[in-house]
């Protein structure tokens, strides 16, 4: 799965992601779909005829055959492609055109380059060193292997240039701008299968950004619960650089943990008051998939902060934490968002250890400051 930057690739808002009642549909990463063009690129340099339909053996599974899109054959070179097929995951690179030209080289075994709209890892934190093509080490043994079973025992090396035409265009609705990644996307894909919706991509998009941001000394990272929290978050810490803010989604226990392991010490949580009414009662996985915002809870907080009863029972019954927000507010009873952030902010400090400093902003739907609490130690 692509590093997708929620902020470019979605709409701005803070819905949890969608439910389907059908099977999704998987697909193929970008490193699967490079194995497969540089494979086929192979073959055509060798036999010197173009190539239609190319199997390849993947981590995950054995034999995947892929239609070629374009193949050109050159005296000592070829070039073939593939179209990569995401399957139903909202992937921002699904139908690129994944180029593999393949030459030969005096120097025996693989030299693998990247070219046009791969991007270039420019900053420490990653899997790949500095000035490295930002092609996975996943991907490269997939593509190793593949050019190897076409060479077979063949004397002679092959330079392998893995290029997606409009990788650069494609690269700024990513995180890739954010992680240090200039000038395309990255090669991805750990066993080449595309899991629609993967949470365990997405935690590892989430590692991965954290891991970024310890690397390059950020001074504090903003966990979001969506897009529209990170916007005004930015708003709100101008000074900070773009890397310390991170969309985490439903996933705020797993990003807390993160930081914990990475030593990264000051920590901001944004949301609306929603998501952060289940972090305020200790709830880390906060999708509705794991239960609704708890009435009985924002009622209690209600009684805690001066509502009679009635109001306490039409709480109790509303259909949502805002219209929680909106009786208390006609009520003309203040301190709400105040209390969720407190309270969010104890339970953040209480689940992780090292780190020092927990901010919680919570906004109101027009992106006001509604709720701010901050827990050190």
């Not at 009662?281 to 907080?301: E, Y």
Request: glycine fraction near 10%; aromatic fraction near 4%.
């Amino acid at each position: 799965m692509t590093y997708a930057n929620p902020v470019a690739s979605s709409p701005l808002k803070d819905d949890p992601q969608p439910v389907h009642s059908h099977r999704l549909r998987s697909g193929f990463t970008t490193g699967a779909c490079a194995a497969a063009a540089a494979r086929a690129a192979t073959r055509a340099l060798i036999t010197g005829q173009p190539v239609e339909a190319i199997a390849v053996d993947l981590p995950a599974r054995r034999g995947v055959v892929f239609p070629i899109h374009r193949c050109d054959v050159h005296a000592g070179q070829a070039t073939c492609s593939v179209i990569k097929d995401a399957g139903d995951d909202p992937d921002v690179t699904h139908g690129a055109e994944i180029v593999a030209t393949v030459e030969w080289n005096e120097m025996p075994g693989i030299t693998l380059r990247g070219g046009k709209g791969v991007g270039i890892v420019t900053r420490p934190g990653l899997e790949l060193e500095v000035g490295e093509p930002a092609i996975n080490p996943a991907p490269r043994r997939m593509i190793t292997q593949a050019v190897t079973a076409e060479l077979g025992t063949n004397a002679k090396g092959v330079t392998v240039t893995i290029s997606v035409p409009q990788g650069e265009q494609l690269a700024v609705q990513t995180l890739n701008p954010r992680l240090g990644i200039l000038g395309g996307i990255s090669i991805l894909g750990t066993n080449g299968i595309v899991r629609p919706y993967s949470q365990t991509a997405y935690r590892a998009t989430i590692h991965l950004a954290l891991k970024v941001a310890a690397a390059n000394g950020a001074p504090c990272v903003v966990l979001s619960t969506g897009a529209r929290s990170e916007a005004w978050a930015r708003a709100h810490y101008p000074h900070l650089p773009e890397l310390s803010f991170i969309e985490v989604g439903d996933h705020i226990g797993y990003a807390l943990r993160q930081t914990d392991r990475l030593g990264i010490f000051h920590v901001v949580i944004a949301g609306m008051v929603g998501k952060l009414s289940k972090v305020a009662q200790g709830r880390w996985q906060t999708h509705v998939n794991q239960g609704g915002v708890d009435l009985d809870f924002m009622a209690s907080l209600a009684a805690q902060l001066g509502a009679d009863e009635d109001l306490v029972a039409r709480c109790r019954t509303a259909n949502t934490a805002r219209h929680v927000q909106v009786l208390l507010r006609r009520a003309h009873i203040a301190g709400l968002e105040e209390r969720i952030a407190q309270l969010a902010a104890e339970h953040a400090a209480g689940y992780v250890h090292a780190v020092t400093r927990i901010e919680v902003l919570v906004f109101d739907i027009r992106g006001d400051l509604v709720g701010y609490a901050e827990v050190t130690r």
